[in-house]
C-alpha cells in the first residue's frame, strides 16, 4: 500500500499563492490515480483536483477552476498542488488522495489518504 505525506500548508493573506505537496511512501506513484480534496469547518469534503496516472489530463473543482494547478512527477513519486489568488473561502484542511482503481473523470475519494495539510487564507 502506498503512504501519502503532505506539506506546504499556511497562512496566506487573500489573494497569494502557496504551494502543497504530497510525498508518497511505500508503492510507486505511477500506479494511482492522484487527487487533491479539503474540508473547510462544518462543511463537506470538496473535491479540489485530479490527475491522471501519468499526468496527461487534469481535471478541478469549480471553485478552484483556473487558480489552482495540481500536477505529479512520477520519478520524484509526488504531486503537488499550486495555488493562485488565494480566498478565505479556500481555508480548509488540504487531502492528497491515491486510488489505483478510481477513473480519472471520477470526483469521489479514492482508497488512501494523507493526514492533510491547513492552508488559512486572511481576508
Known amino acids: 500500500q502506498v503512504q501519502l505525506v503532505e506539506s506546504g500548508g499556511g497562512l496566506v493573506q487573500a489573494g497569494g499563492s502557496l504551494r502543497l505537496s504530497c510525498t508518497a511512501s511505500g508503492r510507486a506513484l505511477s500506479a494511482y490515480r492522484m487527487a487533491w480534496f479539503r474540508q473547510a469547518p462544518g462543511k463537506e469534503r470538496e473535491f479540489v483536483a485530479a490527475i491522471t496516472r501519468i499526468g496527461s489530463s487534469t481535471r478541478y473543482g469549480d471553485s478552484v477552476r483556473g487558480r489552482f494547478a495540481i500536477a505529479r512527477d512520477n520519478a520524484k513519486n509526488t504531486v503537488s498542488l499550486q495555488m493562485n489568488s488565494l480566498k478565505p473561502e479556500d481555508t480548509a484542511v488540504y487531502y492528497c488522495?491515491?486510488?489505483?482503481?478510481?477513473?480519472?473523470?471520477?470526483?469521489?475519494?479514492?482508497?488512501?489518504w494523507g493526514k492533510g495539510t491547513l492552508v488559512t487564507v486572511s481576508s
Open positions: 488522495n491515491a486510488d489505483q482503481f478510481l477513473s480519472f473523470a471520477a470526483s469521489t475519494p479514492g482508497h488512501y
